[in-house]
T-cell receptor, first 113, second 113 residues
Framework: DTGVSQNPRHKITKRGQNVTFRCDPISEHNRLYWYRQTLGQGPEFLTYFQNEAQLEKSRLLSDRFSAERPKGSFSTLEIQRTEQGDSAMYLC???????????FGAGTRLSVL | GENVEQHPSTLSVQEGDSAVIKCTYSDSASNYFPWYKQELGKRPQLIIDIRSNVGEKKDQRIAVTLNKTAKHFSLHITETQPEDSAVYFCAASSGGSNYKLTFGKGTLLTVNP
């Protein structure tokens, strides 16, 4: 499968724990995006990388959230001291070139108990 | 920032009928408008997109129209089939150095056999 890959698919954690998600973009895609989707809503932008540089972060991304893309390939999204309000589907997308066609992964569903 | 409104939130049609979903956007700098289909528990999949230099684009049973003056765009599905049942999201992007997508809240389309 050469699409966007996300792991794990599901994560259940207790409030206050830290969690980390991984996204592997489509090969040679230089842009990588993180979105959050809650039930009945469209995806909301969190942050995006061009190669290894994090170029924009949403105000939704509190200081408990951090994302990295160390070598311009895969990316990780870490949430520290999780809260019940963090429960959502975390989607990753990638694109390349100027056309901005974004391809999405299947997401990581986070449940904070 | 950009704001995208999508209507209706639910749409039920009989197989073979047409379905129309409408979106409005607020940022006149937006120039790229994709539509995604998301089946339950699956990733959003791009079905069609349009850029601000054209007014209409068609791909088999699916078409999208764009009115830049009024800042609205619409998805048209003709000859609907039960497998068209899903949630459809519109989105807008202003391009330039900002590639993030701003999504509408989605339309649950149900095609009844």
């Amino acid at each position: 499968d050469t699409g966007v890959s996300q792991n794990p698919r599901h994560k259940i954690t207790k409030r206050g724990q830290n969690v980390t998600f991984r996204c592997d973009p489509i090969s040679e895609h230089n842009r990588l995006y993180w979105y959050r989707q809650t039930l009945g809503q469209g995806p909301e932008f969190l942050t995006y990388f061009q190669n290894e540089a994090q170029l924009e972060k949403s105000r939704l991304l509190s200081d408990r959230f951090s994302a990295e893309r160390p070598k311009g390939s895969f990316s990780t999204l870490e949430i520290q001291r999780t809260e019940q309000g963090d429960s959502a589907m975390y989607l990753c997308a990638s694109s390349r070139g100027t056309k901005n066609i974004q391809y999405f992964g299947a997401g990581t569903r986070l449940s904070v108990l | 920032g950009e704001n995208v409104e999508q209507h209706p939130s639910t749409l039920s049609v009989q197989e073979g009928d047409s379905a129309v979903i409408k979106c409005t956007y607020s940022d006149s700098a937006s120039n790229y408008f994709p539509w995604y289909k998301q089946e339950l528990g699956k990733r959003p999949q791009l079905i069609i997109d349009i850029r601000s230099n054209v007014g209409e684009k068609k791909d088999q049973r699916i078409a999208v129209t764009l009115n830049k003056t009024a800042k609205h765009f619409s998805l048209h599905i003709t000859e609907t089939q039960p497998e068209d049942s899903a949630v459809y999201f519109c989105a807008a992007s202003s391009g330039g150095s900002n590639y993030k997508l701003t999504f509408g809240k989605g339309t649950l389309l149900t095609v009844n056999p």
